[in-house]
């Protein structure tokens, strides 16, 4: 049988339809919720790149990553790479928080997402990472 897994590069349109399937191959709730999610980080950024990764992970990334999107028996978890620097006024966050980069929202069958809030973390994530994309830019002109 051949592999539907792409290479860790794969973005764009190849990427988006491996996460349509992989929303589709979930189905119930844990489709439902990807979906969701997959949905209001558009809503929020909506020139994001979808991508996929590390043997089938769901990416969103614009300036870099904003977040991941994995999926589990018990959850869906979103993993903020640079969560640990976002302001979380409405505790989304519920998972990893001991970490000193990453956090994460794990959503379990039932839960229900603040879509404002929700919007409002996935915005701060694409804007801190564009700042870190111009403080690099400007680090390598002084050089």
Do not use: Q
């Not at 349509?20 to 979906?35: F, K, M, P, V």
């Not at 614009?62 to 006024?89: N, Q, R, W």
Request: glycine share 10%.
């Amino acid at each position: 049988m051949k592999s539907t897994t792409p290479s860790p590069a794969d973005a764009g349109p190849a990427a988006a339809a491996l996460i349509d399937r992989r929303i589709a191959e979930l189905g119930g709730w844990r489709g439902e919720t990807l979906a969701r999610v997959r949905a209001l980080i558009h809503a929020a950024v909506p020139d994001v790149i979808e991508e996929w990764k590390w043997m089938g992970t769901p990416v969103w990334s614009h300036g870099g990553i904003v977040c991941t999107g994995e999926s589990y028996k018990d959850k869906i978890k979103l993993t903020f790479m640079k969560g640990a620097s976002l302001d979380d006024p409405r505790g989304l966050f519920n998972a990893s928080l001991d970490g000193n980069a990453r956090r994460a929202i794990d959503l379990h069958e039932g839960d229900a997402i603040d879509a404002d809030a929700f919007k409002a973390l996935v915005r701060a994530a694409a804007a801190l990472n564009a700042s870190a994309g111009k403080a690099r830019k400007a680090s390598g002109a002084k050089r």
